[in-house]
Each structure stands twice: as C-alpha cells, then as structure tokens.
C-alpha cells in the first residue's frame, strides 16, 4: 500500500511538472470586456506588453465588450482553462455588476481565481473645453440654476461606475444632470471633445491626455484625495464630504486552470509589476499601483460584492 501511494504520489508531481513545464505553450490571450480605449483597455495593454516580456510567450489582448462588461467576463468563465485565456477587468464589471444584473452569466467568486491586483483609479468630472463653468463650484451653481434635464452627463453605460457616480453626484449635490449611456467610453469621449454631449465621468487614464492639452476641464477627481498627476484638481469631497468612488484592475484565470499554472502566472505577474518601467508608466497615467497578495486580492473582491 505505501508503495502504491508513493507511487501515485509520484505520477501526480510528474503530471503537474508536464503541465507546467508546457505552459505557455502558445499565445496567451487577455480578455478586457470593455471597449477600446477605455482604462481598463489602456491598462490590459501595458501590462500585457511586459508580462508577455517576461514570459518570453505572445500575449494577446482582445477586447469583448457589451452588457457593461457582462459579455467577455462570461466569455472568459466558460472558455478554456489551460492559463492561455485569462480576464483582465475592472471593479464595476466584477463586483458591481452581480448586484446590478439579475443573471449576468459568471459568479464573480466561484468561476475565477484572482492573479494580481494591478491598482486602482479615480473618475474624473470633466467638460468640455467650451463650457461655461471652469470650476466644481461654478459647475454646480450653473446646474441647479437651470430646469432639470438642461444638462446631460455621459458615461460609459449604464451600471458602470461612471454611471453610479454621476448619480452619486445628482444626489448628493441637489443635481438634474440627464444620464447618456454610452456604449464604451470612446465613444462617450469623441461626443464629448465634439461638443455634442458636455459633461461626462471618466476614469482617468482615458481623459488625462485630453485634460492636459486643454480639450477637456477637469473639475474634480472621485477619490478620496487628489491624483498626484492632477494635483491641481480637487477631490470632489473637499466640496461634498465623503463622496468617492474608485476602480480597481486586475488580472484573473477562470476557475479549474492548473495549480502550477495559476502559481506561474501569479509569480510572473509579481515580477511584471514591479517593473520600474512599467511602474512608471502605470503612475503617469494616473493609476495608483496596489502591493496585494493574491489573497488579498481575493479579499477585496469578496469585500466588494
């Protein structure tokens, strides 16, 4: 009996070397279930671009969006899971969208194992270059001085944390701005810089190129604090107390990928992150890096469902 465990013992270290040596043993593909352009697009790609360095393997990155991200997250839980197809997302679509969709196709817990959390980032409030009010306070005397509905803000669809924030601000500052949902956020913006739609929230990485050629006014930031690349824009909370909302973005492997192939790609994700190079450009574009374990990670998901 001893012999027939040691060697069962044995066939099953071999089976998970094989699997590991063989991984990745053709392009790995990262599904981002938004629409280009987006921070969740512009993120995927940065990060692919040095993981697949690091692996010394193809990385892929295919955007499948649709239904506020519902589409490509399903996508991803029902597809292989061999560690060569994994999602890269953002909070509104994993733990906001369950509570928002009655049967949105994937169980933000129970058909993923969390990889890495890359970091998070605030929306911003902006306008376009051609609107009467500069600041927050102008901004929101100018609203409440028209009948409701005279403004609408766009966002990237509805149930997305764009949406919940310019809905947040309706509330919470006494505002009738009309909501425009967008299908992505590329969209909402050439409405935006064309002046067919004047107001929107934004993730930052997505408007700051915009924000820092003067196309778009920045009126506040939804995190808690100033983002140290915008610091002259002020949190909104320093005019509303205690409004914030930010997203966070991270990479995940379906649930039933291999243990050795998960702890593969959470190692190589560690080192992928901690690249000063990519560090650097993460933070330019205004994400806030996060140092979590996969554990950790895992936690905050949880926490936020």
């Known amino acids: 009996m001893r012999r027939f465990f040691q060697s069962l013992l044995l066939a099953t270290c071999c089976f998970f070397s094989s699997i590991l040596l063989a991984y990745p043993n053709k392009p790995i593909t990262i ?45 991803v839980a029902n597809g292989p899971k061999d560690g060569h197809t994994l999602l890269m997302t953002i909070s509104s679509a994993q733990a906001i969208n369950p509570a928002l969709y009655k049967n949105p ?48 803000y766009a966002s990237a669809g509805n149930g997305t944390l764009n949406h919940l924030l310019g809905e947040m601000l309706n509330q919470s500052a006494g505002l009738s701005l009309q909501h425009i949902p967008y299908k992505g956020v590329a969209p909402a913006l050439n409405d935006l810089l064309g002046g067919q739609i004047q107001i929107a929230f934004a993730s930052l990485p997505s408007v700051l190129q915009y924000i820092n050629t003067q196309k778009l006014v920045a009126l506040g930031v939804s995190s808690a604090k100033r983002s140290p690349v915008l610091p002259d824009v002020p949190a909104i909370a320093e005019k509303i107390p205690g409004f914030s909302g930010t997203l966070w973005i991270g990479l995940f492997a379906p649930k039933g990928t291999p243990k050795p192939v998960i702890d593969r790609l959470q190692k190589e994700m560690q080192i992928t992150l901690a690249n000063p190079e990519l560090k650097e450009k993460l933070t330019a574009s205004g994400v806030e890096l996060a140092n979590a374990s996969p554990a950790e990670f895992a936690k905050l998901l949880q926490d936020d469902i």
């Open 105 to 152: 196709g994937f169980d933000p817990v129970n058909d993923f194992v969390p990889i890495a959390l890359v970091g998070s980032v605030p929306n911003v409030l902006v306008v376009n270059a051609n609107f009467p009010a500069k600041t927050l306070d102008e901004f929101i005397k100018l609203v409440k001085s028209k009948p409701p509905g005279t403004y609408q």
């Open 31 to 75: 599904i981002v279930p938004q629409a280009p352009g987006g921070t969740n697009d512009i993120v995927g790609r940065l990060v692919a671009q040095r993981l697949g360095e690091q692996m010394k393997s193809s990385i892929v990155v295919e955007n499948r969006p649709g239904a506020g991200g519902n589409i490509g997250t399903q996508w």
